[in-house]
Each structure stands twice: as structure tokens, then as C-alpha cells.
């Protein structure tokens, strides 16, 4: 009797599991925050915003997590300039669009064209689309990336072209 019990109890454990991991998680230790709270949050403080996409399972978000977000200098970067948001790119959260709009967090993903993860889209504080860079990205990436963004030069040239010209 104790064995099937036993069995019952560890069937029933390894069913749930996937439930109870069926979110993505922020890299640890940085402000992330909500898509709602942080569109409101960037209008505000007038920061410009770095929406992250990231799923559970996702294999190069974990890699960027620990590799890339883990530096303190980007960290303090990203916290002291930007609203950071996390969204998970398979989630069913109802998000609320700057229009009033109203869509799940994997309908965003769809129309910020998120079909891979991880999915950094850097946006002005009133929401409009700077640069979306797909796949791992290093600790100097984000720092040319900063420039490109804070710089202004989004509203001159390409992320493309402003890489090229880098000294």
C-alpha cells in the first residue's frame, strides 16, 4: 500500500511540474517589471525602455542570464538609464498597449516579430520601436547598443549603420 501510494504521489508531482515552471524568468537581481507598469513608468521618468522576451526552456536566455547579465557595470547601466521589461514570450498575461489596446503577452511577441527568444527591443519612453536585436548578445553589444539609443542616433541612421561606423 505504501509503495502505490508513493507511486500515486510521484505520478501526480511529475504532472504538475511542468505547471508550476511554466513561466520565464528575468535575469535575477535586475528591476524588471511589468509591461503595463513599466510603459507608464517610462513616460513618467522619460527613460527609454528595454523590453526583454524571453520563455521558459529557452536555452540562450538562460545563457545570456548568466553570461551578459550577470556583469555589475551592465546592470548598473541598464538600471540607471533604462525601465526594464520582462515579458515572456509564451505567455497568456493581458497586456494594455500605450493605444488602450488590450493583448497577451504572446500576441506582443508576435507583432514585435519575437518568434525566437531571447528578443531585446529597445523603445522611446512613449513606446515607438528603436531597435530590436534577436539572440544572445554580449556585455559590449549592450554598451554600443546604450550608445545607439541614448545617443539619439536612431533618429539619423540604422543600428546597422551606426555598428559600421564604429570606430
Not at 11 to 24: E, F, G, I, R, Y
Not at 68 to 76: D, E, R, V
Request: with cysteine; aromatic share 12%; charged share 25%.
Amino acid at each position: 500500500m505504501r509503495a502505490l501510494v508513493y507511486h500515486v504521489f510521484l505520478l501526480l508531482a511529475l504532472m504538475l511540474q511542468p505547471l508550476s515552471a511554466s513561466h520565464a524568468d528575468a535575469p535575477p537581481d535586475y528591476p524588471f517589471v511589468s509591461h503595463d507598469a513599466g510603459l507608464a513608468r517610462a513616460k513618467a521618468e522619460t527613460k527609454p525602455i528595454l523590453l526583454y522576451f524571453g520563455r521558459y526552456g529557452c536555452a540562450w536566455c538562460d545563457h545570456v542570464n548568466r553570461k551578459t547579465f550577470s556583469n555589475p557595470g551592465l546592470k548598473q547601466l541598464f538600471s540607471d538609464h533604462y525601465v526594464l521589461i520582462y515579458v515572456d514570450a509564451e505567455g497568456g498575461k493581458r497586456l494594455r498597449m500605450p493605444n488602450g489596446e488590450r493583448l497577451t503577452e504572446a500576441e506582443l511577441g508576435t507583432r514585435l516579430g519575437a518568434f525566437a527568444t531571447p528578443l531585446f527591443v529597445f523603445m522611446t519612453p512613449e513606446g515607438k520601436v528603436v531597435a530590436k536585436i534577436p539572440g544572445f548578445k554580449t556585455v559590449d553589444d549592450f554598451k554600443d547598443y546604450d550608445r545607439y539609443v541614448r545617443g539619439g542616433h536612431y533618429q539619423k541612421q540604422t543600428l546597422l549603420e551606426f555598428l559600421a561606423s564604429k570606430p
